[in-house]
């Protein structure tokens, strides 16, 4: 039995602390509204797990950063989002911070209410650190859950952060029934996008035809249950991002990671058509319909 501090009490936060109290784990979780002190959470702990959204992740860590850490604990990140000052990502903010520990970024195609649920999923957890990836997957799998490990973090981390965006435009072709040829070749052509900007930050290719890049993409993108899926329907149906955003459940974290997303292509000169439409449609530049012509009518190209 291992002690697990989980610091985020959200559906995802809530998810996971369901999944690993069914294995036999203790199990603690935290929020800002908890009683009980971060300290005193965090005592014992062999792994702590971040599922705060991006907006938290600076401030989580910071308080962390004032209490004392052994060197062997794992801190595990299931955040899907980019800093919208630094544009780095939740674990190259708790590597930067804790650079003597073992981060672990776990991410993949895994709806929290059907992990609640105890419905089949399966996902990746990613480190440089190999022993540390393995021990998470101990922990975390399970009939229903089934965990593989990978040496590319970096990529993990974008393929679920990146999705984010392209599920807003999935949800806007939705919302505007615009079909299944349509869909199939936005989903297409966002895969190319995603890969295009994570191999250009230094992520593997290969890692984003796996589950927390393709699975990720897929269930995301095609789900009433993904919160960024709905913010592009909801914008296909008239409603305004503000009123979207006041009734949703949680974090859309795509609406953030899509500023800092065109911010970061721009400045490094990568093409990412459909993230700056996705970007003007947020805005309130355009109307979805007008989006989908802007991508409709760029110059013809090779594949």
């Not at 199939?184 to 890692?207: F, N, S, Y």
Request: aromatic share 6%; glycine share 8%; with cysteine.
């Amino acid at each position: 039995m291992t002690k697990i501090a989980i610091i985020g009490a959200g559906v995802w936060g809530t998810a996971l602390s369901s999944l690993v109290s069914r294995n036999g784990h203790e199990v603690f979780l935290w929020s800002r509204r908890s009683q009980e002190r971060l300290e005193d959470v965090l005592n014992g702990a062999s792994i702590v797990l971040s599922a705060v959204s991006m907006s938290g992740v600076a401030h989580v860590v910071t308080q962390l950063q004032s209490l004392p850490v052994s060197p062997d604990r794992i801190f595990i990140t299931a955040t899907k989002g980019l800093d919208i000052t630094t544009t780095r990502t939740p674990s190259q903010i708790w590597q930067a911070t804790f650079p003597s520990n073992p981060v672990v970024v776990l991410s993949g195609p895994n709806l929290s209410k059907e992990i609640k649920q105890g419905l089949p999923a399966a996902t990746v957890v990613a480190s440089t650190d190999a022993t540390a990836a393995e021990i998470v997957q101990m922990t975390f799998s399970s009939p229903n859950f089934r965990v593989y490990t990978n040496p590319d973090p970096l990529g993990v981390e974008l393929g679920g952060t990146l999705k984010n965006v392209m599920a807003i435009a999935s949800g806007t072709c939705d919302g505007l029934q615009l079909g299944t040829n349509a869909k199939a070749a936005l989903l297409t052509r966002g895969l190319a996008e995603i890969i295009r900007v994570g191999t250009d930050w230094g992520a593997k290719a290969e890692t984003f035809y796996g589950l927390s890049g393709l699975g990720d993409l897929l269930a995301t993108c095609n789900s009433s249950l993904s919160r960024n899926y709905q913010v592009g329907y909801q914008l296909a149906q008239g409603k305004t991002l503000s009123e979207i955003l006041a009734h949703l459940e949680g974090t859309a974290e795509g609406v953030n990671t899509t500023s800092v997303l065109v911010e970061r292509a721009n400045r490094q000169g990568v093409s990412v058509p459909i993230t700056y439409q996705v970007y003007r449609l947020l805005k309130g530049e355009i109307t979805p319909q007008a989006a989908v012509e802007a991508l409709m009518l760029r110059d013809t190209k090779p594949e």
